[in-house]
């Protein structure tokens, strides 16, 4: 048994103190293809312990502002996991902390999001995934994976997808066409105009509050092997 508590890099940070808390949120209830998204947090709080505390980017020593670790979000269905989510993360903004979601399958972003759109105006979501999950419904859930940027989009309409490399046609509709940049294969924001990632993206960067699902899927899908969708396994 490791002598680190279970949190972000070992730290013991007390709440008051911290500027960013990480939020656990071991949910795998809706994955169609291959479980296991559940073990995502525990795994990355293990490996955080080896990181390197200085930050080249900011040249500074992020860790500390403080970092805090809250508990593991659990729930026995997604509408329950959505509303323990928001309500968590509501708490956490209104103190003023900035809020790192670890999962889980990509469900458990629409609470953490719904959270930051009513705390912030103009909210951006940056979406980065090989699937639009853009289906209003699917195996009978409003709340699958595969739902969850539908579920998005009653929160915000400002969202730039990138990545994508298979969208179900039923689910192009024009305000999809109007409001969100599709980027096929890492490369064209064809549906938004924009000529590529980074024009998209600096068209909303100063909105970005979040970005949801960072997926294994949208970079190294013939890599990776375990993944929620069946289709990424046969690629």
Not at 203 to 213: F, K, L, T
Request: with cysteine; net charge neutral.
């Amino acid at each position: 048994m490791s002598k680190y508590p279970l949190n972000f890099c070992g730290l013991s940070t007390e709440y008051g103190r911290a500027s960013t808390v990480v939020q656990p949120i071991p949910f795998d209830k809706t994955s169609t293809w291959i479980k296991g998204a559940n073990k995502g947090p525990r795994a990355i709080l293990e490996a955080s312990r080896n990181l390197e505390f200085y930050d080249i980017e900011t040249n500074s020593e992020v860790l500390k502002n403080g970092i805090f670790t809250a508990r593991p979000i659990h729930a026995s269905s997604s509408s329950a996991l959505i509303k323990k989510t928001e309500e968590a993360v509501s708490r956490y903004l209104k103190d003023n902390k900035l809020v790192v979601a670890l999962g889980g399958e990509h469900s458990i972003s629409i609470g953490v999001i719904k959270s930051y759109a009513r705390h912030f105006e103009n909210l951006s979501i940056l979406h980065l995934d090989a699937h639009m999950d853009s289906r209003d419904s699917y195996e009978g859930s409003r709340f699958n994976h595969a739902c969850v940027i539908a579920r998005i989009r009653e929160f915000t309409k400002k969202i730039i997808s990138v990545g994508i490399r298979r969208i179900l046609h039923q689910t192009v509709t024009a305000e999809t066409i109007e409001n969100q940049a599709v980027s096929e294969g890492m490369n064209t924001l064809r549906m938004s105009g924009a000529r590529n990632v980074k024009e998209g993206t600096t068209s909303i960067a100063e909105m970005i509050r979040v970005a949801y699902d960072m997926d294994a899927q949208a970079e190294a899908n013939k890599v990776v092997g375990g993944v929620q969708a069946e289709e990424e396994a046969q690629n």
